[in-house]
């Protein structure tokens, strides 16, 4: 995908408009409507703020797709997917799920991450969502897969539960 692609999917992803975009980085609407229309980029500094007031990285606001030689998209593995609480957007090229959690009953026994880079320390890895069963979450990752596959920009997770208010307190989770 192009920047301009990638920034109009956030902003609508983020319900933000065009005029609040462009308040919040101090342009005026109709710059952000060029760059939506891949008619111009902004200046760095305002990228690098951009990136920062719709929490993504700068490379995926340039675009995450690789152009072959005849200028068509590729996918090359990443998908947007929105936490079960709507927290974060992780722009994932790897999920992976936990081991059981010996839960109360009722509480959900499994979780799944996002991942979205590496550093020194390790992967980055989001909380996506909790799932009650090892059906549940495995079904979810075979349908992130298939979008994947498709060459699908975001999922919607299907079959996360949303687990009762001080559950992810209990797992020292936040």
Not at 27 to 51: C, F, H, I, N, T
Not at 55 to 78: A, H
Not at 133 to 156: C, F, L, P, R, V
Request: with cysteine; net charge neutral; hydrophobic share 35%.
């Amino acid at each position: 995908m192009t920047f301009s692609e990638n920034l109009k999917l956030i902003r609508k992803e983020k319900g933000i408009t065009q005029e609040e975009l462009a308040d919040m980085l101090e342009v005026s609407r109709q710059a952000v409507s060029k760059w939506e229309l891949d008619e111009g980029y902004p200046e760095a500094e305002k990228l690098m703020l951009l990136a920062n007031k719709l929490n993504v990285s700068l490379d995926f606001l340039m675009g995450n797709s690789i152009l072959n030689e005849s200028n068509k998209s590729q996918t090359t593995g990443r998908i947007l997917i929105t936490s079960y609480d709507g927290k974060a957007i992780i722009n994932c090229y790897k999920i992976t799920s936990s081991n059981i959690f010996a839960t109360k009953k009722g509480d959900p026994k499994y979780a799944l991450f996002g991942i979205d880079g590496s550093s020194f320390w390790g992967e980055n890895s989001t909380l996506l969502g909790w799932y009650n069963d090892s059906d549940s979450i495995q079904n979810e990752i075979k349908e992130i897969m298939h979008a994947m596959k498709q060459g699908q920009t975001s999922y919607e997770l299907k079959y996360a539960v949303a687990p009762r208010e001080n559950f992810g307190k209990l797992l020292k989770l936040k």
